[in-house]
């Protein structure tokens, strides 16, 4: 008997987010990886595979799955990058960069997401992240700098204290704005250069520290 959730997930694939342009072989195999109904409360399963957000414990979400993608493709991971999460959330994003990069360092506010992530991550025997409690930009300072950074939670301006943790040839992806309006942005630092590029408009939680 087919698993109607991996119809599911196949079909999310297809028509949400390789037909939308993410293309990238790696990101799209991390995402047949993962069963994202792991991720989401328990009454919202049966929707884990819809086009949208889904609310979470603290005023949290677990991010629409092709912005998701999106965010992913554009690190550009080949697979041995240290990569820094802010916003560990459901734990799903997280689970998508441990199948991309050597490391991920992940940092959440709430500490009962962040055990229940745990349990997630080891059930899917993800051994390659490490899980904080704390504020994202301030609680990984020790394993700076990273190769990759991707922000899940929107400040109001981009934190220079959080691109100077970015390496040299590094990116990093974050939602920038208010409640009102936000997009993403993506940041390069290239020989002591530092390129910001704005993206699409998109809709975030606001990041807390």
Same mark, same amino acid.
């Given at each position: 008997?087919? /698993?109607?959730? $991996?119809?599911?997930?196949?079909?999310?694939?297809?028509?949400?987010?390789?037909?939308? &342009?993410? =293309? /990238?072989?790696?990101?799209?195999? +991390?995402?047949?990886?993962?069963?994202?109904?792991?991720?989401?409360?328990?009454?919202?399963?049966?929707?884990?595979? /819809?086009?949208?957000?889904?609310?979470? =414990?603290?005023?949290? %979400? !677990?991010?629409?799955?092709?912005?998701? +993608?999106?965010?992913?493709?554009?690190?550009?991971?080949?697979?041995?990058?240290?990569?820094?999460?802010?916003? %560990?959330?459901? &734990?799903?994003?997280?689970?998508?960069? +441990?199948?991309?990069?050597?490391?991920?360092? $992940?940092?959440?506010?709430?500490? #009962?997401?962040?055990?229940?992530?745990?349990?997630?991550?080891?059930?899917?025997? !993800?051994?390659?992240?490490?899980?904080?409690?704390?504020? @994202?930009?301030?609680?990984?300072?020790?394993?700076?700098?990273?190769? +990759?950074?991707?922000? =899940?939670? =929107?400040?109001?301006?981009?934190?220079?204290?959080?691109?100077?943790?970015?390496? /040299? &040839?590094?990116?990093?992806?974050?939602?920038?704005? &208010?409640? #009102? *309006?936000?997009?993403?942005? *993506?940041?390069?630092?290239? @020989?002591?250069?530092?390129?910001?590029?704005?993206?699409?408009?998109?809709?975030?939680?606001?990041?807390?520290?």
């Amino acid at each position: 008997m087919r /698993d109607p959730m $991996s119809d599911s997930a196949e079909a999310m694939i297809r028509e949400q987010i390789a037909a939308r &342009g993410v =293309a /990238d072989p790696r990101v799209l195999s +991390a995402l047949r990886s993962v069963p994202r109904e792991l991720f989401v409360p328990p009454n919202l399963r049966a929707s884990a595979y /819809d086009d949208t957000p889904l609310p979470l =414990a603290h005023g949290q %979400t !677990i991010s629409q799955p092709f912005i998701v +993608a999106l965010m992913t493709e554009l690190l550009a991971l080949r697979g041995d990058e240290k990569v820094l999460e802010i916003g %560990t959330g459901s &734990g799903y994003q997280t689970a998508i960069l +441990a199948r991309l990069a050597r490391h991920v360092c $992940s940092a959440e506010l709430e500490a #009962d997401l962040a055990a229940t992530v745990r349990e997630r991550l080891e059930r899917l025997s !993800i051994n390659n992240v490490t899980l904080r409690v704390g504020n @994202g930009i301030d609680i990984f300072r020790d394993h700076a700098p990273f190769d +990759a950074i991707l922000s =899940a939670a =929107a400040p109001e301006q981009i934190p220079e204290e959080l691109v100077a943790q970015l390496a /040299d &040839g590094g990116r990093c992806i974050i939602p920038v704005g &208010g409640s #009102d *309006l936000q997009f993403l942005w *993506l940041i390069e630092r290239n @020989g002591g250069h530092v390129k910001r590029t704005r993206l699409e408009a998109v809709r975030f939680v606001p990041l807390r520290t």
